[in-house]
Each structure stands twice: as structure tokens, then as C-alpha cells.
């Protein structure tokens, strides 16, 4: 069992900063492929980016010039750097494990098996 923690959340205006964190239970999670997800209601829950063991980091195309994805092995945690934040950008973040790989990260979402309680963003204009 991995328990995923985040914290961070909060309101900003558009064009600021928010930056993310994650606390995984787990000794192991350095092995893990890691990733932020958000979602919106109404719509399906979306990659943000991943972290693979060795810190290979994935974007998806809308966010990889303003989000930066990083992770901290001794202290288990998990970071995301949110710059230029936009009113689209307002969403629950989730962070997420997948324990089954670590060295490729999926893209798919169903290959992470466990999730954070969120984080929530909202982006004022």
C-alpha cells in the first residue's frame, strides 16, 4: 500500500505561481513512476507530467513550458512548480503512483493504481 499526500492547493491570479507536493508513504517510491494529473468537472481526468525512477520527466504539450515536474527521493516527496498560471489551468490536481514500473512512464492513466486525495487550483483572471 502507498498512501499519497498532497498539498499546496490554493487560489492565485492568473499569471502566478503555485507549486505542488506530494508525500509518498512508501521507502520504495524512488522506484516508482510518479505523475500530476488534474481534472475539471464534467471532464475526463488528464496527464500533466510524469517523473520516471531515474527523473525522466514527460509534459503534456499544453503544460510542459510552465509546469515543472521534479521529486525529492530522501524525502519521498514529489513537486510540481506551476508558473503562469491561467483561469484554464483551475482544476483538482492529483498526484499519482504507478508501482508496477519505474523506469517508462505511461502516458495511460489506468496504469497508475494509486492516487492522492487532491489538490485544488483555482486561477482567477
Known amino acids: 500500500q502507498v498512501e499519497l499526500v498532497e498539498s499546496g492547493g490554493g487560489s492565485v491570479q492568473a499569471g502566478g505561481s503555485l507549486r505542488l507536493s506530494c508525500v509518498a508513504s512508501s521507502y520504495t517510491y524512488s522506484k516508482y513512476c510518479m505523475g500530476w494529473f488534474r481534472q475539471t468537472p464534467g471532464k475526463e481526468r488528464e496527464r500533466v507530467a510524469t517523473?520516471?525512477?531515474?527523473?525522466?520527466?514527460d509534459y503534456a504539450d499544453s503544460m510542459k513550458d510552465r509546469f515543472t515536474i521534479s521529486k525529492d527521493n530522501a524525502k519521498n516527496t514529489l513537486y510540481l512548480q506551476m508558473n503562469s498560471l491561467k483561469p484554464e489551468d483551475t482544476a483538482m490536481y492529483y498526484c499519482?503512483?504507478?508501482?508496477?514500473?519505474?523506469?517508462?512512464?505511461?502516458?495511460?492513466?489506468?496504469?497508475?493504481?494509486?492516487w492522492g486525495q487532491g489538490a485544488q487550483v483555482t486561477v482567477s483572471s
Open positions: 517523473i520516471s525512477s531515474d527523473g525522466t520527466t
Open positions: 499519482a503512483a504507478d508501482t508496477d514500473h519505474g523506469w517508462f512512464c505511461s502516458r495511460s492513466l489506468s496504469r497508475y493504481n494509486y
